[in-house]
């Protein structure tokens, strides 16, 4: 039988290689595919690499989205929805930036001022904000993750990963959320700092009755990472009752 595929998409200032704790555990089930955010120059450039990637497949897929990646995959998905499976949304959120309306995220300021840091200085800040990727109980974690971005991480420009930045504040696809079809799974760390659990418990309310969450204690926003096992088994579970479901 032939094995469905899934789309991974990582996040802000990240790698595909971010995913290798669970690339082979998911190789066994998947065909994997990766979509890079490495040099991207506009805000549609996100959301075209995911339709350029999904249509290269020929089939409806899963696709796996992470942060800002969560963003991504749902633009795509409520426009595609015959594209799309099963969505599995890791520390997700559908606006990333505080609003009036809804006051779950950062506020765009400090969008701003990191920007402004990334231009003195792009190692540090980066630096710093993978480490407030990681909960108080995950901190010794950092530096086997940091060890791993030296080694397996190419690198990305100013202006790419501004445009990022750029992208995180100005998408909201909250209104986009109830149009999407597909089984989704969300995985939220308790403690996560970069998009809050109530994020995705936002999102749970406004998507179709077919959604699962489950909160990870103690973990922050890379829980795939830091607790891959329980994530591996969450991801198959799903993977295996979606591609059955049809």
Same mark, same amino acid.
């Given at each position: ?27 066994? /089930? ?21 339709? =350029? ?11 796996? *989205? ?6 991504? +995959?749902? =633009? ?9 499976? *099963?969505?599995?949304?890791? *520390?997700?959120?559908? %606006? ?18 990191? $920007? ?63 149009? /999407?079809? +597909? ?28 959604? $699962? ?5 103690? +973990?922050? %926003? ?25």
């Amino acid at each position: 039988m032939k094995k469905p595929h899934l789309i991974m998409l990582p996040g802000w200032g990240m790698e595909t290689s971010v995913f290798q704790t669970i690339r082979e555990p998911l190789a066994e /089930i998947v065909q994997l595919s990766f979509v890079e955010w490495r040099n991207v120059r506009n805000l549609g450039d996100f959301k075209e690499r995911v339709k =350029e990637t999904v249509y290269k497949t020929n089939e409806p897929v899963h696709i796996l *989205g992470w942060s800002l990646g969560s963003i991504a +995959a749902l =633009e795509f998905a409520a426009e595609n929805n015959e594209y799309v499976k *099963g969505l599995i949304l890791i *520390g997700a959120t559908s %606006h990333f930036t505080s609003v009036i309306d809804h006051t779950i995220g950062w506020h765009p300021r400090v969008i701003e001022r990191m $920007k402004k840091q990334l231009k003195r200085n792009k190692e540090k800040t980066l630096s710093n904000f993978y480490e407030a990727m990681f909960s108080q109980s995950e901190k010794k974690e950092f530096l086997t993750f940091m060890n791993s971005v030296k080694h397996n991480f190419q690198g990305d420009d100013l202006d790419s990963l501004c445009t990022g930045l750029d992208y995180l504040v100005k998408t909201d696809v909250r209104e986009s959320l109830s149009k /999407i079809k +597909a089984n989704s799974l969300l995985i939220h760390g308790k403690e996560d700092t970069i998009c809050p659990s109530e994020a995705s418990s936002y999102m749970k309310e406004q998507m179709n009755k077919k959604g $699962k969450r489950y909160v990870l204690h103690n +973990a922050g %926003h890379i829980p795939f990472f830091t607790r891959s096992s329980e994530c591996i088994q969450l991801m198959t579970q799903f993977l295996q009752r979606t591609d059955y479901d049809d």
